[in-house]
């Protein structure tokens, strides 16, 4: 059976809805407030699990209203979550300013988020599944959640990794236990270049080097382009009104990677990865619109 367990952060989402992204020494007003269940992988594994995909997730919440909030969301979703550690202190939120172009911005506070230590981490549970995704961790309280994810992509052949940017300004010396394990690599354009220093095919090119069978790079309004050792091809996107991209690229990511595990052809991941991102950014929130089916035929 195709399964997935994510390994990320939980955050509570707290979008605010606001005329303007202000910039140094501006003001702007806020339109409406919504609470919502994130995190990087969260999103995708709520994604899969919606798809049929079976899913648990390993991460950190607080002993507060939060992280309730997070374990019932993920539970109602399907998702397994014995592997989530409850812990004393503050779970992760992330504040995230919508203007009404779509465009937004991110503030996070990480709480517990950067404190799984390896020894926490229920391997025995972990293994049942077949893939094994990672996003980044703020890192910002230790880098024990960091190293966590280092040792863990030794127990499985199947790693997708979606670095963001927390981990991309990191550097790739940094990210080379994770990136030599990987086998599905999801940058957006902007991470990957940060990586490695150069243009997004050139950085694809030493990603084959290092052992990772496909990139997939996220370009936005552009769709995406993917790259193996002998395809290399543009999925284009679908033109849909955009109200809020928050979440886009998890959402992608789900559709991709239930391509990957059906045994789709990495064309077919492309476009159903477009598919599930535009019915995302339809809607306010990362998960609101992640759909329960993708057409056969597109």
């Not at 950067?114 to 077949?130: G, M, N, P, S, V």
């Not at 550097?171 to 220093?197: A, D, H, M, Q, V």
């Not at 290399?232 to 990957?260: C, I, M, Q, R, S």
Request: aromatic share 8%; net charge neutral; hydrophobic share 40%.
């Amino acid at each position: 059976m195709s399964s997935a367990i994510g390994f990320g952060a939980l955050n509570l989402d707290k979008i605010y809805r606001v005329d303007k992204i202000p910039g140094k020494d501006e003001e702007g007003f806020v339109r409406d407030l919504q609470l919502s269940p994130g995190g990087s992988a969260a999103n995708t594994i709520v994604g899969l699990a919606r798809l049929g995909i079976k899913s648990a997730y390993i991460g950190k919440v607080g002993n507060d209203l939060e992280g309730q909030i997070l374990l019932e969301d993920l539970k109602r979703e399907g998702v397994e979550t014995k592997a989530v550690i409850k812990a004393n202190g503050r779970s992760g939120t992330a504040i995230i300013f919508v203007d009404d172009r779509g465009n937004r911005a991110i503030l996070v506070d990480p709480g517990v988020n950067d404190t799984i230590r390896y020894e926490e981490i229920d391997l025995e549970l972990a293994k049942k599944f077949k893939l094994l995704h990672l996003t980044s961790f703020i890192c910002k309280n230790g880098l024990d959640s960091l190293n966590s994810q280092k040792r863990l992509v030794n127990e499985f052949e199947a790693v997708s990794f979606d670095p963001g940017m927390p981990y991309a300004e990191r550097g790739l010396k940094e990210l080379l236990p994770i990136l030599k394990k990987t086998t599905i690599f999801l940058p957006n354009r902007t991470e990957i270049e940060k990586i490695f220093g150069m243009d997004y095919k050139s950085s694809a090119e030493k990603c084959l080097e290092l052992g990772i069978q496909i990139v997939v790079v996220k370009l936005g309004s552009e769709g995406c382009w993917i790259k193996t050792s002998n395809k290399e091809l543009v999925a284009k996107p679908f033109a849909v009104k955009v109200v809020d991209t928050t979440g886009a690229g998890d959402a992608f990511n789900a559709g991709f990677l239930y391509g990957f595990l059906k045994g789709m052809s990495i064309e077919d991941c492309g476009k159903i990865g477009n598919y599930v991102a535009s019915l995302c950014i339809q809607e306010l929130g990362a998960r609101k619109g992640l759909p329960s089916k993708v057409p056969e035929k597109f």
